[in-house]
């Protein structure tokens, strides 16, 4: 089980830092991604972690101000996002998938997911 927290109200330009804790289930053999779903919006790919921590991919949108990272002792992943914007307003998901290169940007690959915690950017 995934769960997911961090989410909140924050000014344009502001930071936050998802967390996305397992139990029950290690995810040191899962990549693992984060994706966001706004109001009628289908989800979005946001960042993705190879299960080494070794390789990320970003969405274009956030190269450069969201990172994401992985902590195998705390069986954790997280999502730094600083400069945020309106547009980067949803619902975050996090999710673990055993496909990994470019096939973790494909959220129908994600075996499992969290409940998503939802991000507010007030501009």
């Known amino acids: 089980q995934l769960q997911a927290s961090g989410g909140g109200l924050v000014q344009a330009g502001g930071s936050l830092r998802l967390s996305c804790a397992a139990s029950g289930r290690a995810l040191s053999s899962y990549d693992m991604g984060w994706f966001r779903q706004g109001p009628g919006k289908e989800r979005e790919f946001v960042a993705a972690?190879?299960?080494?921590?070794?390789?990320?991919r970003y969405a274009d949108s956030v190269n450069g101000r969201f990172t994401i990272s992985r902590d195998s002792a705390k069986n954790t992943v997280y999502l730094q996002m600083n400069t945020l914007k309106p547009e980067d307003a949803a619902v975050y998901y996090c999710?673990?998938?055993?496909?990994?290169?470019?096939?973790?940007?494909?959220?129908?690959?994600?075996?499992?997911w969290g409940q998503g915690t939802q991000v507010t950017v007030s501009s």
């Open positions: 999710g673990a998938t055993v496909y990994g290169g470019t096939s973790s940007r494909d959220h129908q690959l994600y075996r499992y």
């Open positions: 972690i190879s299960w080494s921590g070794g390789s990320t």
